[in-house]
């Protein structure tokens, strides 16, 4: 037994799981490990409980987390049926995060339910089991599969500890309580390998990512405590691929002189517009995730984004001032942690 009696989860959730047979299980666009690790999660959970149960994704599954029990399993917006009695949407604080593969005409008539993590969550589901207190989603599920009182069988394990293993960037995060490192500890213990998630997830890259970075990040500035970079589709292009903006991001939120830090990677958005994803980070004390909220994204205190229609330099130029002034007012109100 584990002690989280602190977090309860609604029982009414509960009930759902209980009732339904056939379960399609959702997370996020621009997917994260937490987002792979807690959609698959759930899928072996519910398999454990002896139901059906499907995992859906809006991107392709990215080669970086193919290692991951059932990720060759995951379907796309066209392999989804409609027969699910009921839909569970993971690591999502909003319901655009569902991108293509909620499709709310079909599934009108099936319940939604929501497992998230994110202080930001605006409660789009039927039941929603909002948990800030927990680093990751997959943790969240932990816990549940804890008081469902289910085995956790190596393939759970090793999804739910990815999850938890990216979410805190292993174990670094300053949400990293001990209920965190009991339910990784707990997933060591039944069978996930812990050293070869990080090296697949956190310690390993290609080499086009490198130059990436390095051309990135010749470009970094610094002003008034905010350090940030561009990525443009022209750099995208040469190196290939779309890059993971985490770990760049954890770079830059290292830099000393900063206590805001901002990724802003150009994108075509929807009918071929230019769009922006923007990507904040915070040191403790500081907090982006009510200025991405304003600009209709969400994520947490410390890492948040937001996508932003416009092109680079016009996004840039209306978000940086945006960050120095949001430092600037958290430095004169609020005395950091640290
Ligand atoms: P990242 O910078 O790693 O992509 O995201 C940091 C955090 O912000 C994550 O928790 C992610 O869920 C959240 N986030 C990033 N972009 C968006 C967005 O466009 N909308 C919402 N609601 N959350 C976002
Ligand atoms: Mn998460």
Redesign the pocket.
Known sequence: MMSTDIFDIPMELLARIEAAHNILCIS?V?A?GDAYGSVLGMMWMLRGLGKRACAAMPDPVLPDFSFLPGAGEIVGPDGTADDYDLIIGL????A??MGDVYDAERFANIPLVVIDH?I?NTHFGVVNWVEPRCAATAQMLVILNDRLGIETDAHLAECLLTGIVTDTLCFRTSNTTPEVLESAMCMQRAGAHLAEIVRRTLNRMPFSTLRLWSAVLAGAHLDQGVTWVTVSREQLGQAGHEGD??RL?SILSSVNEADMSA?FTEKLGANGRPAV?????AKPGFNVGEL?FQL?????AP?????LAGSLAEVVGRIVPMLIAERRRQVETCRPAF
Do not use: W, Y
Request: net charge negative; with cysteine; aromatic share 4%.
């Open positions: 996020h621009n994260d690591d999502m604080s909003s655009d995060r994110h930001t903006d985490s991001s990724i994803e923007c990507s904040f980070r991405a209709g994204g969400g994520g947490h890492a948040s984004g937001c996508t």
